[in-house]
Every structure is written in C-alpha cells, then in structure tokens.
C-alpha cells in the first residue's frame, strides 16, 4: 500500500543527506526568484500563482492530502482520519468564502453568482462525470492533483495519468455539445446562498460538514497503541516540519486558508484549467475538436480557453505545485524516484482518461469542483463529491472482491 | 485714450476668459487620476465603474464607486437593446445620484465600456458626467489606491429623460448613409484595419461573429487606438482634431461611429463628440448587426465571401 503513511514517524532514507537538502533548499530559493521576477507590473497574479501553487504542494505533499488515499484509508482500515482532515479544509473554506462573498455580492438574493466562483450547472450529466471521476480515481491510485504532488515526490508513473487525463480532456471536448444539448444547457445553476441567504448558507454546510464528522469519528477504528516509548526530548522545528507527515487536519485547515487567499486575489483553487488548455489547445491545432465548445465559456469553474500565453495563472499554479512538492519531498526524504511497469501504467492511463473526461465534463475536479465548489456553496460541489465517491467506492469493491 | 485702452483691455480680458472657457470646455468630459484622488471625499461626487471583466471591480477598485455591469445592469439582456429608462432611473437612484451629482465613470479595457456609460447618460440626459482619462488602468499604474468593499449610498432623487436618439444610429439610418451618393452623415469604422479590409470578420477568440467581411460603403478606418496616448489617456483636442481631419472628418458634418459591437465605437464617439464638440451618433448594431443582413451595400476590399473564405 504505496504510500499510505499518514502518521508513520520513519526517518526516511538518506533524510540527512546533504545533497537533497541543498537541492531542497535551490528549488525553494529558485521559485522565490520566480515569483520575484514575475512580481513587477501586471505580472503581480502570476507572481501570487507561484507562490501559492508552491504552497499548495508543500500542503498536499506534506499532509498527504490526497482523495483517494485518504478515502482508502478508511474503507480499507476505518482510519478516517484523512477524510476528517478534508471536512477541515471545506469547513474553513466555507467560513472564509462566504465572508468575502459578502464583499463581492452584497445581496446574494439578487441573482448574482459571485465572480469566477466555481458554481456549476446540476445534471445528470454532472453525476455521470463526476462517478467516471471517481472511477478513474480508484483505478488510477489518486486524483488529479495528488498526482501532481506525486509527480514531485519522484512517482513517475504519474505522468502516465497525468497523459490520460489530456486525452480524457479531449474525449471530453468532443463530447460536451452534445451533453450540452442534452442537458446541461438547461441545468440549474444552484447556489446556496441565493436560496437561503448567507447565514442559512453557512449553518448548512457547516451542518453536513459536522454531521459528516460525527459519523466518521464514530465509525473511525482508533490504531492499535504504539508501545510505551521513553520519553523522548521534544522535537525541532525542522523534525516537526519535515520529519514526519503532518495531520491531514492541519493540511486540511491550511489548505481551506490558502483557498481563501487564492480565491480573493487570483482564483479559486484549480489544477485542471491549465491540462484542458493544452488539450483543447492541441486538439483545435489537429482539427479534431469542434470549432466552437457550445456556452463552455459562459461557465465559471476550470473552464478551459485556448491557450494565447504560454504561462497561464493556472500553468504556473500547477508548475510551481509540482516544485514545492518536490522540494518539500526532498527536505523530507520522501524523494524516490519508482520505477514504471507496464501494466500499472495502463492502470494510470485508463484511470487518467477516465478522469480527464470526467473533471472536464464537470467543469473541474476533486479541487476545483469538489473543494472550490463546495466552499463556495455550489450545489454543483457537493453533487460531484456524492457521485465521485460512489463511484470510486464502487470500484473499490469490485477490485477488491477479485 | 484710457478709455480706448480700458476697452482694450476689457476686449483682451474677455478673449482670454472665452478661450479659457473655450479650453475649459474641451477638457470638461474628462478628469485626470489626480483630480478624482483629491475630490474622492465629497459627497456630491459618485465615483461609477463599468467594467467588461467579471471580478474586475470585486478585487479592488476606486474606493467608493458604485459598479454598473455592462453584462446585465446597463442592456437588455436579451433584446440587444440598451436599459430602458425606468430600469435606467432606478439604477442611478440606488447608486445615490442626485440631479446635482458629479458622476465620473471609469472602467477597464481603456475605458471602452466606462465610454458606453457615459452614451446611455448622454442618451438619457443626464448631464454633469465625465470620465476618467486613463481609466482603471492608469489609476493602478499609479499605484493609487484600491478598495474592496462594496459602497452602500442613500437613495439619490436624480430624474432622467426619455430616451434622446439623436446620438444613437440604427440600420435603416446606416444603410441609407452607406446607399447615398451624397450621404447625409460621415462613417468612422474604429476597428483594426484587417476587419475592414474584409481579411477577417473579427479578431481571434471574440464569440459574437458576424457572416459577411468587410466595411460599411464610405466608413473611412480610425482605429480607436489612434486617439489615445500610451497610458490610456485621450490625445489633446488639437491631436484629436488633426488626427480625424486627415481622414476627411473635420466636424462640418454629422458623423457616425460603429465597430463590431459598439463598445469601442463609443470611445471614438466619446473622443468626438465630447472633446471635439461634433455632432457624433454611435451605431450600436455595429458590424455584427450590419455584417449580417440581407442585402446590404458591403465594400470588402479583400474581397472575401461567406466565413471570410
């Protein structure tokens, strides 16, 4: 079980090696005068991309913050430790979007969505997407943005299911007008507090949020005790930071901190918008999507234009979260570089494409949909995480019934 | 002699006071970044943004102003037709204007859409409006400062007009121009000079397409990009002036303003009829009204067909 290391305190091979440190320390130094670089002019949101993108892997790689993972781990040992960790960062999310939504729309009754917030039309078409997600998820060993922070983390096969998911995208591209037609083009656009107001909006989510936590922690199975340990001096700063993962609570608590930021400044939380880019952008240079994408670009979420700047925000979020990851991993001494087998790549693949046309038919994925959508209140987020888990659970059973 | 020379005197006096009122009255349609930071205080002044970018003035903007959204606050959103009056009315009451309030309107975009504001007031009669020469750009540029909170103002009691078409030139107008062999009114294409030539019927990535390539027959082409200096600020009357001369435009006829959809028409129209003075209409149907109906006199100089093939 790769990976599955939420609490183990091991001092991982080769931790103290200097070289990795001094790497560590060039990736992190490297990024810093990235983002210095970008930071002058109109550049100041790529800028803020980086640097919140590099946070970004350093959060997912350090708490490993990973969906599938976590959801394992507690189908598989009702450790729901994880999945508890995900319910701190949409609770936190929730709290700090609605109070900037309160800035951006003042009266949430007036019809206005709050701008660039990842709030979805709800179909069929939603479910569908979302459970192929969850499918893809299941079947490829993580979700989209744990791949990435995998792919720092020196797990090679990702790309593997980072390529599915551009060919799922395109798949998805070729697909969407005739789901639009079918049923998207009339779907709700449904959003929380336009029903129920702000503070309805928030006793809701943080009332499924809570009820959601009270389950898990009555279903969750404590660990066996470890053995009493002398007591040992506590640890440094640098033995709490990169000597053991952190609580996914915590990752969880300061990624719903880092969304808010994101969202306020540059965007919500995305790691697709940049993958359909390239897809969509490819896919028109071979003519072998449709010229036009019917009112794709009238939705908010991971919505996908083609590409007209090589470095988009969203392509330097996704680059910088693949550096912090892999810096924070080799401070860590969680860099091990895997070797690729052909029969777990056409796992990855299949998983990947699955996905790719699942988060672009959703219009986004785990983060953007699920994560951004729920914090901001978007029926459409809580839709997709109820038919991404089915999905992916459903699955679970069937592979582990072999 | 000192009556001579008091009269004189006077004349000279009045000259200067009619060419200051004269240059007053020509920068009268604007004010610079520095008279809004030093009269964003007072209450008599309403601070207006309409951008075109969603989220523009969410992330931070002139602190106070009121955000009008082109989208859905100022047209019909499925007529294609601008804001009728009450709704018109309504909107500015809410925004706290008053008849005897200064409004200063500013977006993004070089203030494209900010200048299709200040049309709808002009249409509506709303007087007292001005933009800001620069716009939201050059306010940041200078690093001026930004607010997030939305304003909230008390009820204003402004009274607007019925709807003044003179400034506003609908097809059957256009067409009769553009089939005349002495037209009644000058063209100003104000697009990039690929879509008037016929070489393409709109620049990359724009939705709102039109069949046919080319120009209205006798538009002469100012790109609106022409009129303005490089932060974004209006050229001064006397280059505005020189600069639309060489195309034949001088004022001594009325004249009409169009692009694809009129939101950039309306800076140009902005440009001439608010700082030259000339009698300007914005055609509002633009090339995405014109470029699509039947039978009308196009000239294409590329001489394109269908889908611009």
């Not at chain 1, 779907?187 to 809570?210: D, K």
């Not at chain 2, 607010?147 to 007009?161: F, L």
């Not at chain 2, 009308?296 to 269908?306: C, E, F, I, R, S």
Request: with cysteine.
């Amino acid at each position: 079980m790769p990976n599955n290391t939420a609490t183990t305190i091991a001092p991982a091979q080769g931790r103290s090696d200097f070289f990795s440190n001094a790497l560590a320390a060039i990736v992190a130094i490297g990024v810093l005068i990235w983002a210095w670089r970008l930071s002058g002019g109109v550049g100041e949101p790529l800028a803020l991309s980086v640097l919140l993108g590099a946070a970004f892997g350093v959060l997912l790689q350090r708490s490993r913050f990973c969906f599938f993972c976590v959801t394992r781990d507690f189908l598989e040992g009702r450790d729901a430790r994880g999945l508890l960790g995900i319910i701190a960062a949409l609770a936190m999310g929730t709290l700090g979007y609605h109070l900037i939504f309160g800035l951006f729309v003042p009266d949430a009754a007036a019809g206005r969505l709050p701008p660039d917030a990842h709030i979805g039309p709800v179909s069929w078409v939603l479910a569908v997407a979302a459970f192929a997600f969850g499918v893809g998820m299941s079947l490829s060993g993580s979700c989209i943005s744990a791949h990435l922070y995998r792919l720092g983390e020196g797990a090679t096969e990702s790309i593997a299911a980072l390529a599915g998911v551009l060919v799922g995208f395109a798949l998805g591209f070729a697909t969407w007008n005739t789901l639009y037609l079918a049923a998207i083009d009339r779907a709700p656009v449904l959003w929380l507090p336009a029903m129920t107001g702000y503070g309805g909006s928030v006793l809701i989510q943080l009332g499924i949020l809570g009820g959601l936590a009270l389950l898990l922690m009555r279903w969750h199975r404590p660990a066996a005790p470890a053995a009493p340990a002398a007591p040992a001096a506590p640890p440094g700063l640098r033995a709490c930071l990169f000597g053991q993962r952190w609580p996914t609570y915590v990752g969880g608590l300061l990624i719903g901190a880092l969304a808010i930021m994101a969202y306020l400044r540059v965007a919500p939380l995305g790691v697709t918008a940049e993958i359909g880019s390239i897809a969509r952008t490819t896919g028109a240079g071979f003519s072998l999507l449709p010229e036009r994408l019917q009112g794709l670009d009238g939705f908010s979420g991971c919505a996908t234009a083609v590409k007209d700047t090589l470095l988009s925000e969203n392509g330097a979020f996704i680059i910088a979260l693949v550096l912090g990851s892999f810096a924070s991993a080799l401070a860590a001494g969680d860099f091990r570089p895997q070797p690729v087998t052909l029969a777990s790549t056409t796992g990855k693949l299949a998983g990947g494409i699955l996905m790719g046309w699942g988060a672009m038919t959703a219009l986004g994925c785990t983060v953007g949909t699920l994560l951004s959508g729920i914090m901001a209140a978007a029926v459409s987020g809580w839709v997709f995480a109820f038919f991404c888990m089915l999905g992916l659970w459903l699955t679970w059973l069937l592979k582990n019934r072999r | 002699m000192i009556v001579a020379n008091a009269i004189r005197g006077a004349v000279a006096l009045a000259a200067l006071a009619l060419f200051t009122g004269l240059t007053q009255a020509s920068t009268d349609a604007l004010v610079s970044t520095d008279w809004l930071a030093n009269n964003l205080d007072r209450e008599d002044v309403r601070v207006i943004e309409v951008s075109v970018n969603p989220g523009q003035f969410e992330r931070g903007h002139i602190p106070g102003a009121v955000n009008l959204r082109w989208h859905t606050d100022l047209v019909d959103t499925v007529s294609r037709d601008i804001i009728a009056r009450d709704d018109f009315q309504a909107l500015l009451r809410d925004a706290g204007i008053s008849d005897d309030t200064e409004v200063i309107l500013y977006g993004d975009t070089n203030n494209w859409f900010a200048a299709w504001g200040a049309w709808i007031f002009d249409i509506y009669g709303v007087d007292n409006v001005r933009l800001l020469d620069g716009g939201r750009e050059k306010w940041e540029a200078e690093g001026r400062e930004l607010g997030i909170r939305p304003a909230s103002y008390a009820q204003g009691d402004v009274t607007v007009d019925a709807a003044d078409y003179s400034i506003r030139a609908f097809l059957p107008e256009v067409v009769e121009v553009a089939s005349s062999d002495e037209p009644a009114a000058q063209l100003v294409d104000i697009r990039s000079a690929a879509e008037y030539e016929g070489r393409i019927i709109a620049p990359d990535g724009v939705n709102e397409l039109s069949v046919r390539a080319g120009h209205i027959p006798g538009a002469v082409n100012v790109g609106w990009g022409n009129a303005v200096n490089e932060d974004g600020t209006f050229k001064s009357a006397d280059e505005l002036g020189a600069l639309y001369a060489e195309a034949g435009v001088d004022g001594s006829e009325p004249v009409i303003t169009y692009c694809r959809i009129g939101e950039r028409s309306s800076h140009t129209w902005f440009a001439l009829s608010k700082i030259l003075g000339y009698d300007v209409k914005n055609y509002d149907g633009s090339w995405t009204e014109y470029g699509n109906s039947v039978g009308v006199p196009v000239t294409n100089l590329a001489g394109t067909v269908w889908g611009g093939q």
